[in-house]
């Protein structure tokens, strides 16, 4: 029974999603990400997004000036698609290793995407290269049209979208980024898991739309794709519990400033990364699954970019673990998800 396990050893793990930002949030919420993961898949829409391999490059290297020296951290870099990409481009950054997947954005689907895609078939020619040279196609899948129901965006997106881009490009890696949905669930487990798979968010595992609205509306757990019905994180947390493959660690981390959050069009976006790991813990707890938290957090994202699983361990303990309230920048601040709560979980105190 887990709730009799007291410590828990498993491979470092991997975050496959993550938003940094830049300048001073970048300088001030990277250190999260580094400490509890080895690698992290880095979210291109800045406010200059990065479309190109120097920009590209670039970022990584203010990434990296701004990690903690105690941290082995590694950014993997990913590239804004926009319907002025080039080829050549994409194929240049994935043989270098400047990129490691590129990144679809529906226009107006999110932060930063209003230079995102309207149609999927302006990114034809683009396609057709990352499908040759096996560069992975990152996705928010959401069907933006003004008519469809804002919950009911990423059901659509599969059956408008994403189902006629795989029979297009069948041979085209693809992750479907931070699923929220039970349609979601059962399409990513029929496909082959070297040419679809996705991740899940702790929130999305941790709450359903009650959460958000119930008691007054609460602008700190509003992202996109929204929290959706418990039918529907019921889905998430079975799919987790199962040891599925296809499925593993994004925590699409995403901080904004405080007055952002509050303002009278809220940005989306939840700053999960001081507690993300942890966070996922509490559920495969939850789930009497803790046999699967190594291959969701450590095995399942390297397996499908093909890259090397860490070699490296970390030890969790069953120790109370309290989540920094806020982090000051500049006259502004960031509350982290889950502020000022204690967790049952923290990292062994030599992390």
Not at 188 to 193: A, N
């Amino acid at each position: 029974m887990s709730k009799f396990i007291k410590k828990i050893i498993i491979k470092k793990p991997d975050d496959w999603h993550v938003h940094l930002r830049d300048n001073e949030v970048l300088r001030k919420v990277v250190k999260y990400t580094g400490k509890f993961y080895k690698r992290a898949v880095i979210m291109p829409n800045l406010d200059n997004p990065i479309t190109n391999c120097s920009k590209g490059i670039a970022y990584r290297s203010r990434i990296l000036k701004s990690m903690h020296l105690n941290y082995q951290f590694q950014p993997l870099m990913t590239c804004y698609l926009t319907n002025l990409t080039i080829p050549k481009e994409l194929e240049i950054g994935f043989s270098n290793k400047i990129f490691i997947a590129a990144k679809f954005y529906p226009n107006y689907s999110t932060t930063n995407s209003k230079t995102g895609i309207k149609k999927i078939s302006d990114l034809t020619s683009v396609l057709e290269c990352m499908e040759k040279i096996g560069m992975p196609l990152l996705i928010h899948g959401e069907e933006m049209h003004k008519n469809i129901d804002i919950y009911d965006r990423e059901a659509k997106f599969i059956e408008k979208t994403l189902d006629p881009l795989r029979k297009k490009f069948p041979k085209l890696k693809i992750v479907l980024e931070h699923i929220t949905t039970k349609e979601s669930v059962e399409y990513i487990k029929k496909s082959d898991f070297n040419y679809l798979s996705a991740t899940i968010t702790p929130h999305h595992l941790m709450l359903n739309r009650n959460d958000m609205f119930c008691g007054g509306m609460k602008p700190y757990l509003y992202c996109l794709p929204v929290l959706k019905k418990n039918t529907h994180q019921m889905a998430l947390r079975k799919a987790i519990s199962k040891g599925d493959k296809h499925f593993f660690l994004g925590s699409d981390t995403a901080p904004h400033l405080h007055k952002n959050k509050i303002n009278l069009l809220s940005c989306a976006g939840i700053f999960n990364a001081p507690s993300s790991l942890l966070s996922y813990v509490k559920v495969f707890e939850e789930m009497n699954a803790l046999k699967h938290l190594q291959s969701f957090c450590s095995e399942n994202g390297p397996k499908f970019y093909n890259m090397p699983i860490n070699q490296e361990t970390i030890t969790i303990v069953k120790k109370p673990f309290k989540i920094i309230e806020k982090i000051n920048i500049g006259k502004d601040i960031i509350i982290p998800f889950l502020s000022g709560e204690t967790l049952n979980w923290s990292l062994e105190n030599k992390y």
